[in-house]
């Protein structure tokens, strides 16, 4: 009896961040990334570079004591490298224990998606669609919704594409 | 599941609890083998049996519990009754057996398996020794019983609390019937009586022998398990207490007058009842007495026995939250420095504020020391844990041979300590197995007959070295040369090996001189397991052996796995750092001294011999303005016997770094062999720290490949 009752707290608890992504910008496109990944939001901070990593990982920083790798998402995502300036920021996500920093352009808002406005992604090409896990339709706007661990995880692709 | 759920956090608890307390008691043991039993010892003793059985009864781990209970009996006979000719060897080895059983029971629950071991035989031989105990013993009353031939002994136990023997007022027989397959019948009904001690007396049962046969246990299953007791409760109070039996399926509870005593009673009882009446008027007689001794024996036990509490003052603390305290510790001294630091502060120039930052650079100072050295744990527990296997050994080998600890205050980071304990355990196995010779052996040659191993640990510099030294036959070179040539192990020939070489014949997977394989050694695997435990922490070992005079095995380890003396070195606009261990020299070299080989390696000659140069923004890819040799540094690194040198733009100072890993996500992309892991520098950048091993290596290896891939 007793354990019904946790189980249906914690699904309380996840209710209340389903379906909330923060947005953010990357060149023209805007993303989403599913709230309860998100541990915080920096600024840009200087990045200490860790040899022999793909260039999309651009090194690590220093987050109050703790060592955390940087993902600059416009090179994962192979588009153009932009310098970073005060606008730029830092998503440290935490995913299955390990934290990682996504380098992006502009951080956006929260928004509050409901499933029915979310469709799935047309195949338009390989490459670019593993990440997106879905798109959301918001006031006429479009979001590019992300699936983080597909992101963090999809290097297979890379070392066929090397060879 | 649920049971799972509220157990969780009691379970971490209660493993550690238990752990600690059977470590107690096998000090313990060990302590009074060579003492002898005193008073203090059986209460301590008694004590942490007693510990055990409660936590585990109360974790359903009913095995551990029965067994300690049982354990606990025996010592309750010694404490009250002070029997005279004990088997001291024997009751060391049963309660050694048992703290093994609840060992690897302990080491089952704490793996996740269910602890299902079997403790009934130990039961058995526990109870046995009892009543052998109780044989000898003094008191006639326990003679009484033993010639009406049956082994009443756990029925007449007399509870601490009760002074005098009461004639209970009420007669009751209980038949209870546990439920269909609740399995261990016998153990239960002995429980159950067990329980009842405390309000009833006169207790008697059947079937008797409950523990010692199982044709008992088919009993109770078919016809119930049957009790005759009087006691001072209602028929309420007695319900009441067999309600709370568990596994019970039924009790039937008839109250008996006293005239019915005898008939309720199967006639085999009668000759029993008589015995009863016996001894209870014979125990009315000593019970006073045992009164009296057992308040000299609490007087007694209030002496402090020191070897006994060695861990009283003691807290035990989760690690993360040691991390935790270490990181902001760290971060603390960052701020500190960027407060006290601050270029515009300094630049007024006010006393007291300079003053002020001083002291407070002093207090962070002694912070961070004595933070860094709270993870250090002494090397006590590990030392200790070889009396253990000095005194098993010895047994078995037959041999006589004293361990002495020197040093063992002597500490090391707690992350070291669970890999060396292993080793150090071969260690002492083998001098005692292959380097101690026998008794007979040892008078023979002049030496003492009683062997000596000695434990020693003492710091030497940034290290701690830990010395295992036995006084045995030494190493034989013939011997080790010959079995190496029999496996093909030799990769030099006999001639030009030096003895140091000879003596690390030993450590070669495989090795071994002995011919048959026993149950501690032979197979060759033990230092190869040592070498390779040594390794992982970044120690080394080392073997000396003088023949017919004994071996020494020093184990060298580093202070701890987390602080390192660094040089920091700039390349470019990232700074790394390098363990100042490996280094061996830094210079400026001349280009004179500079060649190239055709595969277009660098290298330099210094003092005649040729060191290769590896140019660090080159291998890290970091853009540099340096990168001509006369204006950066060259710094010569040195790692298993090989040397390189690095080149890179200035050396920045020393320091000492607290390490910290790279982050599990890079490590699981990629593996990067130059780095050993990074750290945070006072003003708060990052600073690789350089592997000077994997640089080698991945060094080697790439060249290599281009001599593959161009001869290919």
């Known amino acids: 009896m007793s354990e019904s009752m946790v189980l249906d707290l914690q699904n309380q608890n996840e209710d209340t961040q389903k379906g909330r992504y923060l947005t953010f910008t990357l060149g023209g496109e805007s993303y989403g990334i599913e709230i309860q990944y998100v541990i915080e939001i920096i600024g840009t901070q200087p990045i200490t570079e860790v040899p022999e990593l793909p260039t999309y990982i651009r090194g690590i920083i220093n987050l109050r004591g703790k060592i955390v790798p940087v993902m600059d998402v416009r090179l994962r995502f192979k588009k153009q490298f932009k310098e970073y300036n005060d606008r730029t920021c830092i998503i440290v996500i935490d995913i299955k224990e390990s934290s990682i920093g996504l380098i992006v352009d502009s951080v956006s808002e929260v928004i509050s998606i409901p499933e029915s406005d979310i469709v799935e992604p047309p195949e338009i090409s390989k490459s670019g669609n593993n990440y997106v896990k879905g798109i959301g339709k918001i006031s006429g706007e479009v979001k590019l919704l992300l699936d983080c661990d597909r992101m963090l995880n999809d290097e297979d692709t890379e070392i066929i594409n090397k060879i | 599941m649920a049971e799972q759920f509220s157990n969780e956090p ?41 510990t055990i059985k409660g936590s585990s009864a109360m974790m359903l781990f009913n095995n551990i519990s029965n067994l300690s209970h049982n354990l606990e009996d025996v010592f309750y ?69 033993e010639k009406s031939g049956t082994s009443q002994s756990p029925v007449f136990y007399i509870s601490k609390d009760k002074t005098k023997v009461t004639m209970g007022k009420n007669t009751f027989k209980a038949v209870i019937f546990f439920e269909d397959g609740c399995e261990m019948e016998n153990i239960r009904a002995y429980a159950v009586l067990n329980n009842m001690k405390d309000f009833a007396d006169n207790v008697s049962c059947f079937p008797e022998k ?115 305290l270490m990181d902001l510790v760290g971060e603390m001294v960052i701020a500190e420095a960027m407060v006290t630091q601050n270029p515009d502060i300094l630049a007024l120039e006010h006393e007291g504020f300079l003053k002020a930052s001083r002291q407070l650079r002093k207090i962070t100072n002694e912070l ?21 296997i000095v005194r098993d050994m010895c047994k078995k080998l037959g041999k006589d041979v004293q361990l002495t600890l020197i040093g063992e205050e002597t500490e090391v980071d707690k992350n070291i300590i669970e890999h060396i304990s292993d080793p150090i355990m071969h260690l002492v196995r083998n001098s005692l197995d292959h380097g101690i010779e026998s008794e007979g052996e040892r008078i023979k040659k002049g030496k003492p007959p009683k062997g000596m191993v000695t434990l020693e640990a003492t710091n030497a510099g940034s290290d701690v070295l830990i010395i295992i030294k036995d006084d045995g036959r030494g190493l034989n070179k013939e011997i080790l040369l010959s079995k190496a040539k029999e496996n093909h192990l030799l990769s030099r020939p006999e001639e030009e090996m030096t003895d140091r070489e000879i003596y690390n014949l030993i450590f070669l997977p495989g090795f071994s001189t002995k011919d048959n394989v ?41 202070l701890t796995l987390a602080i390192i003396d660094g040089m920091n070195v ?124 994997g640089f080698i290596n991945h060094k080697a290896q790439a060249n290599g490949m281009k001599h593959h891939l161009e001869s290919g």
């Open chain 2, 368 to 388: 961070q020391d004595t933070v860094m050295s709270i993870r250090m744990v002494p090397l006590i527990t590990t030392f200790q844990k070889m009396h253990r």
């Open chain 2, 77 to 145: 006979y010694l404490r009250e009754k002070k029997p005279q000719n004990i088997d001291y060897s024997t009751l060391s080895d049963l309660v050694l057996e048992c703290v093994d059983f609840i060992k690897v029971e302990l080491y089952k629950i704490k793996n996740g398996d269910s602890a299902n071991g079997d403790a009934s035989g130990l039961a058995e031989s526990i109870a046995k020794f009892l009543v052998q105990l109780k044989q000898n013993g003094q008191s006639e009353s326990e003679n009484t019983i």
């Open chain 2, 518 to 558: 026993t149950e501690f050694s032979g197979r060759g695997v033990g230092m190869d397991v040592v070498t390779r435990n040594i390794e992982t922490v970044g120690g080394s070992v080392f073997v000396e052996s003088t023949e017919g005079l004994g071996t020494t095995i020093i184990l060298k380890i580093p």
């Open chain 2, 210 to 324: 409950i523990i010692e046969s199982d044709s008992s246990l088919n009993e109770i299953r078919k016809n119930g398990f049957k009790i005759f007791f009087r006691t001072d409760r209602s028929f309420d109070g007695v319900k009441d207490f067999f309600q709370h039996v568990a596994f019970l399926r039924d009790i039937e509870l008839i109250e008996i007058n006293q005239d019915n005593n005898p008939d309720s009673f199967e006639s085999s009882k009668s000759p029993i009842l008589e015995s009863i009446t016996l001894s209870v008027s014979d125990k009315t007689e000593n019970n006073p007495v045992i009164v009296h001794q057992t308040k000299a024996i609490d007087e007694k036990a209030s002496e402090p026995d020191i070897q006994l509490n060695t861990v009283q003052n003691i807290i035990s603390v989760n690690v993360a939250k040691l991390d935790k």
């Open chain 2, 10 to 50: 009691m379970l971490d608890i209660y493993i550690f609890e238990s752990t600690q307390n059977i470590e107690q008691l096998e000090l313990l043991i060990l302590e009074t083998e060579k003492t002898g039993y005193t008073p203090a010892a059986i209460n301590e003793i008694f004590r942490i049996m007693h």
């Open chain 2, 570 to 693: 700039r390349v470019g606009n990232s700074c790394y750092t390098i363990p100042i261990t490996d280094i061996r020299e830094s210079f400026i070299p001349y280009s004179t001294e500079l060649i190239t080989d055709p595969d277009g390696n660098e290298m330099i000659i210094v003092r005649e011999q040729c060191y290769p140069i590896l140019r660090l923004y080159e291998y890290f890819e970091v853009t540099s303005d340096v990168t001509n040799f006369e204006e950066g540094i060259l710094v010569m690194v040195e790692q298993d016997g090989k040397t390189i040198c690095l080149f890179a733009d200035e050396l920045l100072g020393q320091q000492q770094v607290v390490v910290k890993a790279l982050p599990s996500y890079i490590k699981n992309k990629r593996k990067i062999h130059s780095l050993a892991g990074c750290t945070i520098l006072g003003d708060g950048s990052i600073s690789l720290i350089v592997d000077i091993g």
